[in-house]
């Protein structure tokens, strides 16, 4: 019960971080000043802290370890080229073309992630 209240709730901090950073990423493009307000600046480290916690809380509930599951391993490896290709993407990114290659680069990443933990294969996307 608590289990699948706790999947919900992961899932939910997917959609919610996913529609943050893609807001971001237009507005970084846009070189917007939107960017540099403090509730745009604090949220998405809130909802991504929630959103891991929730991933790690499932994994060891079920006893699902990345050593054993490669889709697990995988997403966790995705997760960290996840975040480089994010930060480029919004703000270490010098020209608009590398901020526009990292954000789509990110956004691809998380797309396979996502596909990951639905069909628990690396290669999910093969027919
Ligand atoms: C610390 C990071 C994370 C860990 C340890 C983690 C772990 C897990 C675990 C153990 C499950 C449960 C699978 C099941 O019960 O069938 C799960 C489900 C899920 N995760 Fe994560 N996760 C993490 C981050 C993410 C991220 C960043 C995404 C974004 C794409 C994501 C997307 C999903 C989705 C969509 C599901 C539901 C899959 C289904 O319907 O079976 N997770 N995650």
């Not at 959609?15 to 403090?38: E, G, K, P, V």
């Not at 490896?77 to 994010?86: D, H, N, R």
């Not at 956004?107 to 093969?126: D, E, N, Q, R, T």
Request: glycine content about 8%; hydrophobic content about 55%; aromatic content about 14%.
């Amino acid at each position: 019960m608590e289990y699948l209240f706790i999947k919900k709730l992961h899932m939910i901090l997917v959609i919610t971080s996913i529609s943050l950073f893609i807001l971001r990423f237009y507005w970084a493009l846009n070189q917007a000043d939107m960017l540099r307000h403090q509730l745009i600046r604090s949220l998405p480290h809130i909802i991504d802290t929630l959103l891991l916690s929730a991933g790690i809380y499932l994994m060891i509930s079920a006893k699902v370890w990345p050593t054993q599951h490669p889709w697990l391993g995988i997403k966790l490896i995705c997760l960290i080229v996840y975040i480089g290709l994010g930060t480029f993407a919004i703000k270490r990114g010098k020209t608009q073309g590398n901020k526009l290659i990292s954000g789509l680069g990110a956004i691809s990443v998380f797309a396979y992630m996502a596909g990951l933990a639905f069909f628990k294969s690396p290669l999910w996307f093969l027919p």
